[in-house]
């Protein structure tokens, strides 16, 4: 059964920088690894997108291992802007999309 | 100028009830999909169309029906409302299928009473 695990919940403070792991096992092999952040009423926002190795943006970065059983989201320098709950989404064998459960991120001055 | 808009943004009805929801995009993409987020915030697909077809369609009862009259929009029609059809809708575009980056829109609060 495909799976996608992360974190329920994590605590952060202001300046730090925060990895969140997704575990996606039974990923499709040609399909991207997808980061998106969501706050309280609204729909999910697109955070970073990445294949393999390692790929940055001005919000965030992304490192997938060789055998893209997981990914890790990293923020440098949260701030309270950032508390919100993060989603990685996977395509798995078949072709299907999966969320993973989502990660309440809670930075705290 | 929003990118994905849904209408109503909050509903309201009794079970037994037939409900639309409205999804309509601006970016041009091809693919659209539907989702449903529960109350513990986990999202699932149900729909996904490309180019008017669908293309993904996932374990939902068959009392949820989807219908894409142009590229530009995707409704979601349910019959006979039940409550755990109670939960956030929430309606998104994408350039390409699969796990092309997705423009989400604002949601849909269902709420069956």
């Known amino acids: 059964l495909a799976k996608t695990t992360q974190p329920i919940s994590m605590d952060s403070y202001e300046g730090q920088e925060v990895n969140i792991t997704c575990s996606h096992n039974n990923i499709a092999t040609n399909d991207y690894i997808t980061w998106y952040q969501q706050f309280p009423s609204q729909g999910p926002r697109f955070i970073i997108q990445?294949?393999?190795t390692k790929v940055t943006n001005e919000v965030a970065s992304l490192f997938i291992p060789a055998d893209r059983k997981s990914s890790t989201l990293s923020l440098p320098r949260v701030s309270l802007s950032d508390t919100a709950v993060y989603y990685c989404l996977v395509v798995v064998e078949g072709g299907k999309l999966i969320f993973g459960q989502g990660t309440e991120l809670s930075v705290k001055p | 100028d929003t990118a994905v808009s849904q209408t109503p943004k909050y509903l309201v009805t009794q079970m037994g009830n037939d409900k639309s929801i409205k999804c309509e995009q601006n970016?041009?993409?091809?693919?659209m999909y539907w989702y449903k987020q529960d109350s513990k915030k986990f999202l699932k697909i149900m729909f996904s169309y490309n180019n008017k077809e669908l293309i993904i369609n996932e374990t939902v009862p068959n009392r949820f029906s989807p219908k894409s009259p142009d590229k530009a929009h995707l409704n979601l029609h349910i019959n006979s409302l039940e409550l755990g059809d109670s939960a956030v809708y929430f309606c998104?575009?994408?350039?390409?299928?699969?796990?092309?980056?997705?423009?989400f829109g604002p949601g849909t609060r269902l709420t069956v009473l």
């Open positions: 970016l041009g993409h091809d693919t």
């Open positions: 998104a575009s994408s350039p390409l299928a699969r796990g092309n980056e997705q423009f």
């Open positions: 990445g294949y393999k």
